[in-house]
């Protein structure tokens, strides 16, 4: 198995929220919590450019700051226009206290 990516500690992300991380060799990312659970995605919004993190956690959605498009957090999936383009995401493993991702194949 590859060596896992640390991204963040798990502490860094509230619950609810999202947290830009920039790891070598990949995009930037987006962590996410929800209630516990994280999930990790490219930062950048598949309609223009804007960081999902400077927008809004609602649910499992996340909402983009600069038209309003929606994204899945758990599945990557745009749920609102104009986003049509699903982001990449990324399984997500906790060890040790920190949230990692395997590098990009
Ligand atoms: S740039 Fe994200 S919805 Fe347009």
């Given at each position: 198995m590859a060596d896992l990516i640390k991204l963040c500690k798990a502490e860094d992300v509230a619950p609810g929220q999202s947290f830009q991380v920039d790891a070598d060799g990949m995009p930037a990312l987006a962590v996410y919590n929800l209630e516990g659970e994280y999930f990790v995605s490219n930062n950048m919004c598949t309609h223009g450019m804007?960081?999902?993190?400077d927008g809004y956690v609602e649910g499992d959605e996340v909402e983009c700051p600069f038209h309003g498009g929606r994204f899945?957090?758990?599945?990557?999936?745009?749920?609102?226009?104009?986003?049509?383009v699903p982001i990449q995401t990324y399984p997500v493993s906790l060890v040790d206290g920190f949230v990692c991702i395997e590098p990009a194949a």
């Open positions: 804007a960081w999902l993190t899945s957090i758990r599945t990557g999936e745009p749920t609102a226009f104009p986003c049509v």
